[in-house]
């Protein structure tokens, strides 16, 4: 008989058992043998700690007006005993001073590497930063034109985000949605500007797109007699 931490006994005939411990947490496995030709028995535990998986996430990309130093910040979860940065992909040059260091100070372009481990799982992270990377907006309409109601989503490509005002050319403003989805319903031509302003350095920049809302076709029906 082998009982998993609690969880109902499962009895069999053969030496060996498999069980899935899908939640963290340390656990005692127990198996009872039994004999039925013998009235005795033998009982043996172990115990098995099951570890919370380690996931790492980082922003990415990164564009920095100016060339003044900057933080990389990695978000990790779980228990990890090692982290390391590095510009390597092969973590063969260790930027941070120790495991315990998770974040990282900066000054040059490039692609830096993260790994989190506890010598039992680990995951990996990775972020382009650009340095003097002027602010720069730029969006793209799926539908820039189209019988009304139009409703128009707007892709956000521009660099430096960090803050935005969109002006829909129809009397509303949004400086909330990083990507807004919008319905003309009145006939006409709407400039739509987006403009991101970087408060570093300090600059801003606009883009602007016009967006065509027709009229719907009516047919009128004519009767001649």
């Given amino acids: 008989t082998f009982d998993s931490a609690g969880s109902s006994a499962t009895t069999s005939s053969t030496t060996s058992q498999t069980f899935t411990f899908n939640t963290p947490g340390n656990y005692t496995v127990t198996v009872a043998a039994t004999n039925e030709s013998c009235p005795n028995s033998a009982t043996s535990s172990a115990s098995i700690v099951v570890l919370q998986p380690i996931q790492v996430s980082t922003l990415t990309p990164i564009y920095i007006c100016n060339n003044d130093p900057y933080t990389l910040v990695a978000n990790i979860s779980g228990t990890p005993t090692n982290v390391i940065w590095s510009d390597q992909s092969d973590f063969s040059n260790q930027l941070n001073s120790g495991p315990g260091d998770y974040d990282i100070v900066v000054s040059t372009s490039g692609t830096y590497y993260i790994q989190a481990l506890n010598g039992y799982c680990g995951d990996t992270a990775s972020t382009v930063i650009t340095f003097n990377s002027p602010t720069q907006a730029s969006f793209t309409p ?72 027709l009229p719907q076709e009516t047919i009128d029906l004519v009767d001649e007699v």
């Avoid at 129809?170 to 739509?192: A, K």
Wanted: aromatic share 12%; with cysteine; charged share 10%.
């Fill in 142 to 213: 799926n539908s820039p034109i189209g019988c009304g109601p139009l409703t128009v989503s707007f892709d956000n490509t521009s660099i430096q985000t960090q803050s935005f005002l969109w002006d829909f050319g129809n009397g509303l403003l949004d400086s909330t949605n990083f990507e807004p989805v919008v319905t003309y319903t009145i006939p006409g031509d709407y400039e739509v500007q987006l403009t991101i302003i970087d408060s570093i350095c300090p600059v801003s920049d606009t883009a602007t797109y016009i967006i065509t809302v």
